[in-house]
């Protein structure tokens, strides 16, 4: 479990910028990936394996593994916003998005669960209801949840406890 922070990409290897993997310092690998990205700017919980077929059963698109986003809005979101993002919406591509849910925090943040991964989705889907993303950070995969106990750039071991409970939800 690593803690993305912004600036850093989610790459093996990049001759330009920082990847995820050059925050791991400990026991140098050759075989280890991210599932999934995250984009340059967008922190939060990202998992990284050198075990292929759980990051292919965790990625695919018909096992709707969840993952949620803290989005900070640059305006307050309503009750219609919230509506059409839970629903599915346009963002440009061939298909509507599928159904997610959505919830406002106290402080106006809205966390949001999708299942699916298109590129640049979250923002997309904010842009769909007239808005604009100013912070994005994914707080869970699945049943995981971004260890809180970490901070930017660091990252821990994985408990064989989490293994079993991902390994399930990449099998449903």
């Known amino acids: 479990m690593l803690y993305k922070p912004a600036g850093v ?11 995820v993997l050059d925050l791991i310092t400990d026991k140098k690998r050759n075989d280890l990936f991210p599932v999934g990205r995250l984009d340059k700017d967008t922190e939060g919980l990202l998992l990284i394996t050198n075990d292929g077929d759980l990051a292919h059963r965790l990625l695919a698109p018909k096992k709707h593994v969840d993952k949620t986003y803290r989005v900070r809005p640059e305006k307050p979101l309503s009750a219609e916003d919230i509506h059409r993002l839970e629903n599915g919406l346009d963002i440009g591509d061939e298909k509507p998005t599928a159904p997610s849910k959505a919830r406002l925090t106290e402080n106006g943040d809205l ?4 299942h699916e991964g298109r590129f640049h989705q ?17 707080v869970s995969f699945g049943p995981l949840s971004l260890d809180l ?3 930017r750039g660091e990252y821990r071991a994985l408990t064989e406890e989490e293994i079993e409970v991902l390994s399930a939800a990449g099998k449903k």
């Open 9 to 19: 990409i989610s790459a093996t290897k990049d001759d330009r910028d920082k990847t």
């Open 111 to 114: 966390l949001l669960t999708i």
């Open 122 to 138: 979250v923002k997309r889907m904010l842009q769909a209801v007239d808005n604009q993303v100013l912070t994005l950070e994914r």
């Open 149 to 151: 106990s970490l901070q």
